[in-house]
């Protein structure tokens, strides 16, 4: 069972920032999770993708996050990391690590990722 451990999270003012990582157990090449991605998740909503990146390193954003968060990867050590500049009170939520063998809709689906792994969240919280 791969494990996907997150951190990083923690408490910051609005218009800061924070770098979170994750971490996986064994390689992702080899259980072919060829995309690894960012969601949150705030109290009382669903739960959001914010960013991915494929093992060839194309990466995507949401709309709510491009040009302040920028998503990483290292293949030689299994890890992402989530570069969170210009924090806003409403990026505030439990960002959660996530893998899959594909890019797709899935991504967006409610649950997300039903067929993919998943860390157990870093809490980001962005104080006004």
């Known amino acids: 069972q791969v494990r996907l451990v997150e951190s990083g999270g923690g408490l910051v003012q609005a218009g800061g920032s924070l770098k979170l990582s994750c971490a996986a157990s064994?390689?992702?090449?080899?259980?072919?999770?060829?995309?690894l991605g960012w969601y949150r998740q705030a109290p009382g909503k669903q739960r959001e993708f914010i960013a991915a990146t494929s093992r060839g390193s194309s990466t995507t954003y949401a709309d709510s996050v491009k040009g302040r968060f920028t998503i990483s990867r290292d293949n030689a050590i299994d890890t992402i990391y989530l570069q969170m500049n210009s924090l806003k009170p409403e990026d505030s939520a439990v960002y959660y690590c996530a893998a899959s063998a594909t890019w797709g809709t899935s991504w967006y689906a409610n649950p997300p990722l039903p067929s993919g792994y998943w860390g157990q969240g870093t809490r980001v919280t962005v104080s006004s």
């Open positions: 064994e390689s992702i090449f080899s259980i072919n999770m060829g995309w």
